[in-house]
């Protein structure tokens, strides 16, 4: 894949990221993860998306302009997966949101997810 086209996705992921966690906060969901962001979300929705949206632009514009270099590339890998990561979050919270995937499931996968995250540790 170009990198102008990662640069894109990354762009993408991080704009859904962002009105998926306003949804899931505004209807009672969920909380914001990142503490910062929660502070920000604090002062409203256009400060978040325009914090959230400035992020991802001036990521875009880092790696359009210095994307040549391999620390470059690999800091867009490692960004697109861990995006693709708060994606499959945002999957599990609508699930649960939903009704198709219970409480009880739910603490399962997060016990599940803890014992995988403490043997990288």
């Known amino acids: 894949m170009q990198l102008s ?10 704009f859904l990221d962002a009105v998926l966690t306003l949804f899931w906060v505004d209807n009672g969901y969920a909380s914001e993860g990142n503490q ?16 959230k949206i400035g992020i991802g632009a ?3 514009i880092v790696i359009s302009h210095w994307g040549n270099l391999p620390v470059a590339k690999y800091g ?3 960004a697109l997966t861990v995006y693709v990561g708060v994606m499959g979050v945002h999957f599990l919270t609508g699930l649960s949101a939903f009704g198709l995937l219970s409480d009880a499931q739910v603490y399962e996968f997060a016990a599940w997810s803890q014992k995988v995250f403490v043997s990288f540790a």
Do not use: E, H, K
């Not at 910062?36 to 914090?51: H, K, Q």
């Open 5 to 14: 086209r990662q640069a894109f996705l990354l762009f993408t992921l991080n």
């Open 36 to 51: 910062l962001m929660a502070s920000i979300l604090d002062f409203g929705y256009i400060p978040f998306l325009l914090v």
């Open 58 to 60: 001036i990521a875009a």
């Open 76 to 78: 867009l890998s490692f």
